[in-house]
């Protein structure tokens, strides 16, 4: 998606704003860091131009993840809220620039239906736009999430501060893994890929918004 999306947004005003975040704090492992890693993290953080300073300047900063259960968002969450408070930084400015998007596995419409952000107490602290959903084919879900191959590893706390991680991978997994992502870029910088962005973003309900018909327009400008 990142792929797709940074061919079809190359060449606008708009390409510089999607960024990849190399991190993974998924369950437990992303939780109870000793001070070292505690500072290496936010080392980490910080070089991506997400202190608490930096949060508190500029445009609204979103998060975009596959979620499952949501523990990642979770424990980022926690970092970061726990950093703001060590900072002293003004939360009451933060808390509106925060906004977290989760891509979900596709389920039946229900008022059953068990959804993430419901079960986590943490994004009660945040105003209810902040928490968004995009949900897609279940088949297309789980590629995304269990079976697509990756450019890298992944970044545990087991390699935050692992010099080779800067090196990148020769595996045959990993060549077929960048092949792909090449293509993608490809892909999305071509006028068909672009038109059809711009064609669904004119459904959406924001789509009279000036930011929407702002990016619509530089997608269709680009073909």
Known sequence: MYDLLSGA???TAWQ??????????YGYDGQAFNPAELRQLRTNLTAAGLAPADLM???PTVFVDLVYQGSTFGNLY??????????RAQWDVIRRQLHFVGITWRDKT????WRWQQSAAWTGELPAS???????DGRVWSYFGNIQAKTARSFRRTRWNDPDVAIPPRSAQARFALAEATRLVERGRTPEIRRRIADRLEREPTSSERWSKTLQ??????N
């Open 16 to 25: 510089d704003r999607l960024r990849p975040l190399p991190l993974s704090l």
């Open 217 to 222: 327009q530089a997608l269709r400008t680009k």
């Open 130 to 136: 902040a928490i968004r959903n995009v949900s897609l």
């Open 110 to 113: 229900s008022p059953k239906t």
């Open 57 to 59: 300047r500029g445009g």
């Open 78 to 87: 926690a970092v970061l809220r726990e950093w703001i408070d060590d900072d």
């Open 9 to 11: 947004l190359a060449g």
